[in-house]
């Protein structure tokens, strides 16, 4: 679903609704199964997506940034190269 919804302001109450659970039983569970709350899961999904957009494409980064659904191409960039995360 955020895979999909990737280009769009996806928010934690569009996955739980998605997934038929509450906020708060999501991040529970997010975070007893894969040590991460659901915003940071989005952000990640986000941030995966868009380095395969700048290994695979000739898109600017403010391009990539919006297909990615980043609303502020300062605060992509400074996820981008801070947020780490396995490859």
Known sequence: ??????S????????AAFVGVGTRQLNRL???LMDTS????????????AKEFIKTSNMTLTKISVKCGFNSLSLWVYE????????
């Open 8 to 15: 769009s302001d996806i928010s934690v109450n569009d996955v």
């Open 38 to 49: 659901t915003k940071e899961l989005i952000n990640r999904i986000k941030i995966k997506t």
């Open 1 to 6: 679903f955020i895979t999909e919804h990737v």
């Open 30 to 32: 997010l975070l007893s």
């Open 80 to 87: 981008l190269i801070t947020m780490p995360f396995p490859e």
